[in-house]
T-cell receptor, first 113, second 109 residues
Framework: NAGVTQTPKFRVLKTGQSMTLLCAQD?????MYWYRQDPGMGLRLIHY???????AKGEVPDGYNVSRLKKQNFLLGLESAAPSQTSVYFC????????????FGQGTRLTVV | DQQVKQNSPSLSVQEGRISILNCDYT??????FLWYKKYPAEGPTFLIS?????DKNEDGRFTVFLNKSAKHLSLHIVPSQPGDSAVYFC????????FGAGTRLTVKP
């Protein structure tokens, strides 16, 4: 049982480049989340989804877009990367009304230079 | 707008003693509160939760207390062990799930 898998694990981007982070879960969860972790800031919610085809903004959505075309996948896109987006990104699934807790992936360390 | 706050960035305790981690929140609509533990280079893992209709939940060495009137919750770890050394995040759930900034717990042998 893989749980929550994030791809890639590491990436270095140049300012202005674009990329997509992929999150896949095999637990049939409705809810999925994207967070970023920065020193002293904890985990801040970027976007989330309450089911296939739905997305919603979190605390820090600017500069990011998401899509949930399939229930098991949640994609996070950076259209034009900025150094301020250097962070560790975590995807999670679960939570919501059916499950109390959410399960996290291993994280993606993104550096924008 | 930080709805979940952990005001202590770090805590150091001696092995065998009690660790108390604190968390405050502002949104009275939160219906579940959770604690997660995180080791370096890993994703957070769920530790314990409590519904807003309860004031205490216990699981082995871990107990979470909720004071709704004060909008405050705490995690007690008794007895603390060196393996408990990690960053602990408080989280609160309503439509989504919000996290605090985390507290780094160090348990000294």
């Amino acid at each position: 049982n893989a749980g929550v898998t994030q791809t890639p694990k590491f990436r270095v981007l140049k300012t202005g480049q674009s990329m997509t982070l992929l999150c896949a879960q095999d637990m049939n969860h409705e809810y999925m989340y994207w967070y970023r972790q920065d020193p002293g800031m904890g985990l801040r919610l970027i976007h989330y989804s309450v089911g296939e085809g739905t997305t919603a903004k979190g605390e820090v959505p600017d500069g990011y877009n998401v899509s949930r075309l399939k229930k098991q996948n949640f994609l996070l896109g950076l259209e034009s990367a900025a150094p301020s987006q250097t962070s560790v990104y975590f995807c999670a699934s679960g939570g919501g009304w059916a499950y109390t807790e959410a399960f996290f992936g291993q994280g993606t360390r993104l550096t924008v230079v | 707008d930080q709805q979940v706050k952990q005001n202590s960035p770090s805590l150091s305790v001696q092995e065998g003693r009690i660790s108390i981690l604190n968390c405050d929140y502002t949104n009275s609509m939160f219906d579940y509160f959770l604690w997660y533990k995180k080791y370096p280079a890993e994703g957070p893992t769920f530790l314990i939760s409590i519904s807003s209709i309860k004031d205490k939940n216990e699981d082995g060495r871990f107990t979470v207390f909720l004071n709704k009137s004060a909008k405050h919750l705490s995690l007690h770890i008794v007895p603390s062990q060196p393996g408990d050394s990690a960053v602990y995040f408080c989280a609160a759930r309503f439509n989504d799930m919000r996290f605090g900034a985390g507290t780094r717990l160090t348990v000294k042998p």
